[in-house]
Every structure is written in C-alpha cells, then in structure tokens.
C-alpha cells in the first residue's frame, strides 16, 4: 500500500439551477486572457444536449481516455507511442475552433462615438480571432436550458446511444445542469499523451498542471483528455487546464468555481487512496465493475492501518485529520451516493456526481402525484427508465444499479425529513432507511451536508504546509500580472520587464482618469488587442480608429 | 573574400547558432513551442504539414550521408560512386520535392487563412522566406542538377569543406570552386542557422523522442514556495 493524497470534488447536482456563475468567475480568475477566450475551465452543460464542445463525449471521434487490450493492459485510446508520434505533425482527433466556437467581442465603441443619427447604433459582433464581423452561430452553452433542442439534443452522444425512441418522451420529462472542471484523475490519459512530459500530477494532492515552461505545444493532451478539459492557447503556443485553483486550494481556500457556486452544490475535500492499486483498478475487464473499483482504491480515513501508512508516506497529520473529516470521502464511499463521470474511459476521475432527483421528482409531480412520497418515488425511479439509463450512462458506465441506489437515497432522505419537519407519525423510519442501507440518523446526517450545506462542511481543505501557510499568497501564484506570462504574449523575444502592481496601477488609473474616448481606456484597449494581433503588432489602432 | 565568404560567415553563423540556441533555452522555454495553427485551421494542415516535415526529415538525413559520410566509406561499404549518386539524387529529389510542396501549400494556407495570417510574426515571414530559399536552390541542385542536368560531385568538395567546417580545419578554397547554385545553397543555409534559435523552428529540438520510454504518469512534487528560489525571468510574483 502506497498512500497518497488527492483532492477531490463532488457535485451534487440535484441542487444545480444552472446559472453558471461558476463558468462566469472561473473565467473571470483564470481564462480572460488572450489566446484561451474560447477555453473554459469550467462550464456547465444542459444534459440532454451537445456539450461543450460538441460532442465531446464521442470518443469514437476524438479518441480519448484509456481502453483496455485484449491482453489486459492499458493503451490511450488514440494508439501506442509510436503511433500517436507519428501523427505530431497533424494530429487527427484535435478539435476545432468551430467545434468550440468563435470567441467574440462587440464593436461597442460605436454605441458611445456614433454621431446623432436617426437609428440607433449597434454594436455589431467582431471576431476575436480575425478581428471581422462575423455572425454567432454557437457558443460553450449554445443549447441551454434545451435551447434549441429539437435541432440540436438528437446530436448529443448519450441519447444516440440508448436509442431512438427516447427522444420524443424526454423533453416533458427530464433535464438537468452538468457543471464540469478537469477531473484530476488517478489515471490522467493527458498526462500519458503529452510528449515532451511537460503535465504532471502533483505528488502532495494530486492536482494536474501543465508546466509552462516545459510544454512545445504537440496538441496531444487535449486529444488525450476525453473531457476534453485541456486547452490550447492560440496565442502562446501551450496547452493549458483547470488548475484547481491551486494557489487558493494551497492556502486552505476553496476553488473559485466553489466558492462562488450560489447552489452550494460543491464539495471539496480530500481522498487518500492506494497509488499502488490504480493501474489494476483502471484494468479490470468489465467497465460496470469500473466503479466500484475506484471506489476501492479509495482508502478508508480511519483505518488505522491507513492513518499508519499515510504518515509513513510523509503526509502531514492535518491532512490525515482533514481526510477524515473529507466530505467527498463521506459522499463517494461511506454513503457512497457520488459517481464518477464516466468512469468508463478509464482515467478514475476525482470529480464526482450525486444524480439528480429533481427531473424525477418533477415527473412525478407533473402527472399529479405526491413528488415527496417516499413509495412513489422509489417507485417512479424504478419506472423512468429514461432518466436513469441517461444518468447510467453517464456515471456508471450504462449500469442503473448504482444511479438507481443513489437516487432512492435521495429519496429517502426527503420522505424522511418531510415526516421530521412535519411531525407525521414515525411509522416504520428504521425499516425505511434500512432500506437503502441507512439509518434515520445517518439520513439526517447526509440532510445536513447536502442541504443545510454549511461552508465548513462543504469545503474541509487542509493548507499546503501547516509551516509554510502563512507565506502563501494567492497573488504571488498568479499568472496574470502585467508581462507575465498568462498575459498571453508571444514571449519569443523575452517580455517586457514585470512592473510591480502598485506602479502599474497607478498608470491604469491615471491613463483612466486622462482617457477622451471609451476606446482609449486601458481597459478596453486590452479587450480589443484581444483580437488580431496582425504581424505582432498590437491592434489598438484597429479599433481606435473607428 | 574567399575567406570571408566560406571561412568567416559559417563559423558566424554556427557562434550564433549555438550561443543563440542556449540564450533561448536559458532564458525562453515559455516561447519555445511550435506555435502550431492547428485550432484555427485542420483540414489543409492534415496534408501540408506531414508532407512538409516528413519531407524536409528524410532531406535532412541525406544531407546527413551526403556531406557527413565521406565517400571513402561509402566506397569502403561497396557502393559505387555512380550507384550512390543515382540514389542520391531520385531519393533526394522525391524527398525535396515533397518537402517544398507542403512548405508552399503552408505558406499558402497561412497567407489565405485570415486567422493565421494575423498571429504570423515578421519573423516568421523572414524565417519563411529565407527557408523557401534554401529548398528552393537545393532543388535546383538536386533535382536541376544531379538528376536531370550534367550533375556535380558534391563529396568531392562541398561534403569535404563543411567537414572542414565542423572539424576546425576549414578548406575555403574547395568551396570557392564550387558550382554557384551550391555556394548559394550553402550561404543561404547558414543564413537560416543564423536566424533558427530566433525562430519558431527551434521547436525541432524538442522532437519527443524521450516519450518512447518514459513511464505514463508523471508525478512532481510541488515547487519550491515563493521567495525560496530565485524566480526565473518572467515568472517573478508581482511586486518584486
């Protein structure tokens, strides 16, 4: 046994509303920088529904994840070394802008400058890879909320695959949000593709990172990810990811996309797991027996000969004190109510999902029952067949067991504290929980942490090093000061120099204060050099020429 | 001149070569990639580019036994002189000419490509230009000269002086008796070795050839905390 320590996330997404404040301030933290404004760490999907990009759950198309040989070993989808060396001069399963989509600005200048005329001025969209007018025609949430989904939901991959005849009965029926970051997974399939071993696994947590430094640009990862979760900077030249906020993670602060989720619906904590047993666990022939392998190289916290281990393994005894009191820990394997996205492809994702109810509940409820009755909801689950075999599919590799077990919890859970909250007579509580393999206090418990969802309890991160914590900055890990290197600049013949924030500032607001024109504020200039940088050279004049 | 033109300028070229490679390295990785244009365009890409490469890899290996190899040795293995030149030129001219087709079509294609052209730096268009050159005038030679004209017997001077070349013991006057299109080959050539360590064409140093054998996952333990370490330049934290 080889203890380890990773960071972990859950999801619970009966609780997502959809509002992508996530997407929006992760952007905002890591991907408003020229050469990635199509890239999104994190976005949120309506299911049914294309994805983002599209269809990037078609490996057949890109290639992704792990399969299993026929000798049973692991091989990347996408071919052997030798293989996939040879496609670096043009890799095959690359996606395209197109299957992202155009990132855009809005020639807004035109709304403050336009002379007195008779119709109003309109900002019309530009490109901001060519710097044209172009006309919008997709985006990273273009279908949601099922926008458009007679058109574009029969494309989703899912739904081709368990069949024509859904399609008609799951639109009154069933949708819900999938909010997804990189995994940082066990087993990362982007680590293993990229050739110049510049992406790597952090020993002490397990987050996955692209070493700037180290990256040449060969496009590998991104095809290797079957999240499609890794990006290419058109500006620099290198692939970049979800970092999992590390900089905030290491001082004991939750991610961005976390901390900001006004659902509540994110969990962090930590998993000790047996590095030792991952490349067995990613083998095993059947990929329905996929979950519960990951499940079991999950290490249980309060083992003794755990705690043993992990402190022979050198971690600290906060972070073994933190894993024991992990909430991803308690919704993956003590309650065991969290799947994995995917686990099919082999990669032994660490963010994890608890299915949603709701479309249940509402199916219920729309057809004139009582959508909190614990009987009627077990018994719908077991009915629908076409929410649970969608969610089976995307969570537990086409088997509806351990969705079906998930959501008859979350079930329980609600009848159980209905009758609490209510006063309605006790009946036979034991029984029912026991039927899910509970107890009425272990429902209560799992109530609290998924919806009281106190901050403490939701996000239980341990700082880098107890030592060293208090020197942690989040500023000093920041990539996006002035000349730095997330400013996206070509950087071949060496940035300018970096300026100190507070000279810099300084300048901003005084070339703030002093600006005539909208389009002369710093701001804005570097929103429009965005665009085309034509030859190397800064677009301001493009758009404050207008 | 004779000294200058074929004594002076490559030993010039190499200094910058070499010197300018490690300046790079030690002071660039962050701009040391291949910039590819894959994301903006694919389909034109799937074909240029390998044909490019793949071409430009194959004329690189016959440069390597053309001016590397001497022709004792290939003499010494049995190959007759007629015998290798024949080779040489058909292999060399398939070689080039496919090269040179998927240099124009990326050419092409960047300069059609609206989204290309504007992330194409002025030094690409040099390096482009200057590139085109040397396969431009290497087939001449090859294909011109050695295949289809009256032909000329590199290993007897060219190959000898750029050995001399590498061997610290230049024979300028080899060179200066050399067929024009050769001389121009050569000065052109080391013009682009001059300007490679300030180009995208260093990413041919990072040719992945590790990979094969390194295990799949990799794990690092995390850097050294801010302020511990000298950062290096253009990662150092805001207000220092």
Redesign the interface.
Same mark, same amino acid.
């Given at each position: 046994m080889r203890v380890m320590a990773q960071m972990g996330m859950v999801m619970n997404l009966d609780k997502c509303i959809g509002c992508h404040t996530c997407s929006v301030t992760c952007k905002q933290a890591w991907t408003n920088r020229s050469g990635v404004e199509y890239a999104w760490f994190n976005n949120v999907e309506t299911r049914p529904g294309q994805g983002y990009p599209r269809r990037w759950e078609d490996q057949e198309r890109w290639d992704g994840g792990w399969v299993r040989t026929s000798s049973g070993r692991l091989e990347l989808r996408s071919g052997g070394r030798t293989k996939r060396m040879l496609r670096i001069f043009s890799n095959p399963t690359l996606p395209g802008l197109s299957d992202y989509y155009e990132p855009w600005t809005y020639d807004y200048d035109v709304l403050l400058s336009a002379p007195a005329q008779a119709d109003t001025p309109v900002a019309r969209p530009k490109s901001l890879i060519t710097g044209e007018p172009m006309a919008i025609r997709w985006s990273a949430n273009w279908d949601d909320d099922l926008g458009g989904a007679p058109e574009h939901a029969p494309s989703d991959p899912v739904l081709q695959k368990i069949g024509e005849q859904v399609r008609l009965s799951f639109e009154q029926a069933f949708m819900y949000y999938l909010p997804r970051i990189c995994e940082h997974c066990l087993n990362p399939s982007c680590v293993a593709a990229c050739p110049s071993g510049a992406m790597y696994k952090r020993a002490e947590d397990g987050i996955v990172l692209v070493d700037q430094d180290g990256c040449r640009g060969w496009r590998m990862c991104v095809s290797g990810c079957p999240y499609k979760k890794v990006y290419f900077n058109h500006k620099t030249g290198k692939a970049e990811k979800c970092t999992f906020c590390y900089p905030r993670v290491e001082a004991g602060q939750p991610t961005v996309c976390a901390e900001t989720c006004v659902g509540r619906l994110r969990y962090i904590g930590l998993f000790l797991y047996d590095a030792d047993r991952v490349l067995e666990a990613a083998s095993v022939e059947d990929p329905r027996d996929l979950l519960e392998a990951q499940r079991s190289v999950i290490l249980d916290p309060e083992d003794p000969a755990v705690i043993a281990g992990a402190r022979a393994a050198g971690i600290a005894e906060d972070w073994i004190e933190a894993a024991r009191h992990s909430p991803v820990y308690a919704l993956t394997n003590r309650y065991r109510i969290a799947l994995p996205l995917r686990p099919e492809w082999r990669t032994m994702p660490m963010v994890w999902y608890i299915p949603p109810l709701s479309p249940v509940v509402d199916a219920v409820a729309g057809s004139g029952f009582d959508g909190e009755d614990r009987a009627t909801l077990f018994a719908a689950i077991g009915a629908l067949r076409i929410p649970v075999e969608y969610l089976a599919e995307q969570f537990s590799a086409g088997d509806p067991a351990p969705v079906e077990h998930s959501l008859r919890v979350l079930a329980a859970m609600r009848s159980h504290m209905r009758r609490l909250n209510l006063g309605e007579p006790d009946g036979d509580a034991e029984a029912e929980a026991a039927s899910v393999g509970f107890t009425p206090r272990a429902l209560e418990d799992l109530f609290r942490l998924l919806a009281i969802a106190k901050y403490e309890d939701r996000y239980v991160i341990p700082a880098a090093h107890v030592e060293l914590a208090a020197s942690l900055d989040e500023a000093a890990c920041s990539l996006d000061f002035e000349g730095g290197p997330g400013m996206g600049g070509y950087g071949t013949f060496g940035q300018p120099p970096s300026t100190p924030i507070s000279v810099e500032s300084f300048h901003l607001t005084r070339q703030r204060a002093a600006a005539e024109r909208y389009a002369d504020l710093p701001e804005v200039r570097g929103a429009v050099a965005r665009a085309p940088e034509a030859g190397g050279e800064p677009s301001e004049r493009k758009g404050g020429a207008r | 001149m004779t000294t200058l033109l074929w004594v002076v300028f490559p030993y010039v070229c190499l200094t910058t070569f070499v010197v300018g490679l490690f300046w790079r390295w030690r =002071?660039?990785? /962050? +701009?040391?990639? &291949?910039?590819?244009? @894959?994301? =903006?365009? +694919?389909r034109q890409?799937?074909i240029a #580019? $390998?044909l /490019? !490469?793949?071409g430009i890899l194959a004329v690189f290996g016959g440069h390597i036994m053309g001016l590397l190899v001497p022709a004792s040795w290939t003499a010494a293995l049995g190959i007759s002189n007629e015998l290798y030149h024949a080779v040489a030129a058909i292999a060399g001219s398939v070689a080039g000419i496919a090269a040179a087709a998927g240099l124009a079509m990326l050419v092409a294609r960047r300069r059609l490509t %609206?989204?290309i052209? @504007?992330? &194409?730096? $002025?030094?690409d268009?040099a390096m482009y230009v200057v590139l085109g050159l040397v396969i431009a005038i290497g087939l001449v030679n090859t294909v011109g000269l050695n295949a289809l004209g009256i032909g000329h017997d590199y290993r007897t001077d060219v190959a000898v002086w750029v050995r001399g070349i590498l061997l610290l013991q230049p024979q300028p006057d080899l060179m200066a008796a050399a067929p024009p299109t050769f001389q121009a080959h050569a000065l052109v050539a080391f013009t682009l070795f001059a300007m490679w360590p300030?180009t995208?064409l260093v !990413?041919v140093f #990072?040719v992945?050839l590790? =990979?094969?054998a390194?295990p799949?996952?990799?794990?690092?333990?995390?850097d050294a905390?801010?302020?511990v370490r000298t950062p %290096?330049? +253009?990662?150092?934290? $805001? +207000?220092?």
């Amino acid at each position: 046994m080889r203890v380890m320590a990773q960071m972990g996330m859950v999801m619970n997404l009966d609780k997502c509303i959809g509002c992508h404040t996530c997407s929006v301030t992760c952007k905002q933290a890591w991907t408003n920088r020229s050469g990635v404004e199509y890239a999104w760490f994190n976005n949120v999907e309506t299911r049914p529904g294309q994805g983002y990009p599209r269809r990037w759950e078609d490996q057949e198309r890109w290639d992704g994840g792990w399969v299993r040989t026929s000798s049973g070993r692991l091989e990347l989808r996408s071919g052997g070394r030798t293989k996939r060396m040879l496609r670096i001069f043009s890799n095959p399963t690359l996606p395209g802008l197109s299957d992202y989509y155009e990132p855009w600005t809005y020639d807004y200048d035109v709304l403050l400058s336009a002379p007195a005329q008779a119709d109003t001025p309109v900002a019309r969209p530009k490109s901001l890879i060519t710097g044209e007018p172009m006309a919008i025609r997709w985006s990273a949430n273009w279908d949601d909320d099922l926008g458009g989904a007679p058109e574009h939901a029969p494309s989703d991959p899912v739904l081709q695959k368990i069949g024509e005849q859904v399609r008609l009965s799951f639109e009154q029926a069933f949708m819900y949000y999938l909010p997804r970051i990189c995994e940082h997974c066990l087993n990362p399939s982007c680590v293993a593709a990229c050739p110049s071993g510049a992406m790597y696994k952090r020993a002490e947590d397990g987050i996955v990172l692209v070493d700037q430094d180290g990256c040449r640009g060969w496009r590998m990862c991104v095809s290797g990810c079957p999240y499609k979760k890794v990006y290419f900077n058109h500006k620099t030249g290198k692939a970049e990811k979800c970092t999992f906020c590390y900089p905030r993670v290491e001082a004991g602060q939750p991610t961005v996309c976390a901390e900001t989720c006004v659902g509540r619906l994110r969990y962090i904590g930590l998993f000790l797991y047996d590095a030792d047993r991952v490349l067995e666990a990613a083998s095993v022939e059947d990929p329905r027996d996929l979950l519960e392998a990951q499940r079991s190289v999950i290490l249980d916290p309060e083992d003794p000969a755990v705690i043993a281990g992990a402190r022979a393994a050198g971690i600290a005894e906060d972070w073994i004190e933190a894993a024991r009191h992990s909430p991803v820990y308690a919704l993956t394997n003590r309650y065991r109510i969290a799947l994995p996205l995917r686990p099919e492809w082999r990669t032994m994702p660490m963010v994890w999902y608890i299915p949603p109810l709701s479309p249940v509940v509402d199916a219920v409820a729309g057809s004139g029952f009582d959508g909190e009755d614990r009987a009627t909801l077990f018994a719908a689950i077991g009915a629908l067949r076409i929410p649970v075999e969608y969610l089976a599919e995307q969570f537990s590799a086409g088997d509806p067991a351990p969705v079906e077990h998930s959501l008859r919890v979350l079930a329980a859970m609600r009848s159980h504290m209905r009758r609490l909250n209510l006063g309605e007579p006790d009946g036979d509580a034991e029984a029912e929980a026991a039927s899910v393999g509970f107890t009425p206090r272990a429902l209560e418990d799992l109530f609290r942490l998924l919806a009281i969802a106190k901050y403490e309890d939701r996000y239980v991160i341990p700082a880098a090093h107890v030592e060293l914590a208090a020197s942690l900055d989040e500023a000093a890990c920041s990539l996006d000061f002035e000349g730095g290197p997330g400013m996206g600049g070509y950087g071949t013949f060496g940035q300018p120099p970096s300026t100190p924030i507070s000279v810099e500032s300084f300048h901003l607001t005084r070339q703030r204060a002093a600006a005539e024109r909208y389009a002369d504020l710093p701001e804005v200039r570097g929103a429009v050099a965005r665009a085309p940088e034509a030859g190397g050279e800064p677009s301001e004049r493009k758009g404050g020429a207008r | 001149m004779t000294t200058l033109l074929w004594v002076v300028f490559p030993y010039v070229c190499l200094t910058t070569f070499v010197v300018g490679l490690f300046w790079r390295w030690r =002071y660039d990785k /962050f +701009g040391w990639t &291949t910039r590819s244009s @894959q994301l =903006y365009e +694919g389909r034109q890409l799937a074909i240029a #580019s $390998p044909l /490019f !490469h793949f071409g430009i890899l194959a004329v690189f290996g016959g440069h390597i036994m053309g001016l590397l190899v001497p022709a004792s040795w290939t003499a010494a293995l049995g190959i007759s002189n007629e015998l290798y030149h024949a080779v040489a030129a058909i292999a060399g001219s398939v070689a080039g000419i496919a090269a040179a087709a998927g240099l124009a079509m990326l050419v092409a294609r960047r300069r059609l490509t %609206r989204s290309i052209l @504007q992330v &194409t730096t $002025p030094v690409d268009k040099a390096m482009y230009v200057v590139l085109g050159l040397v396969i431009a005038i290497g087939l001449v030679n090859t294909v011109g000269l050695n295949a289809l004209g009256i032909g000329h017997d590199y290993r007897t001077d060219v190959a000898v002086w750029v050995r001399g070349i590498l061997l610290l013991q230049p024979q300028p006057d080899l060179m200066a008796a050399a067929p024009p299109t050769f001389q121009a080959h050569a000065l052109v050539a080391f013009t682009l070795f001059a300007m490679w360590p300030f180009t995208r064409l260093v !990413h041919v140093f #990072s040719v992945p050839l590790g =990979y094969v054998a390194r295990p799949y996952i990799l794990y690092r333990t995390r850097d050294a905390r801010p302020g511990v370490r000298t950062p %290096r330049r +253009g990662w150092e934290p $805001p +207000g220092s």
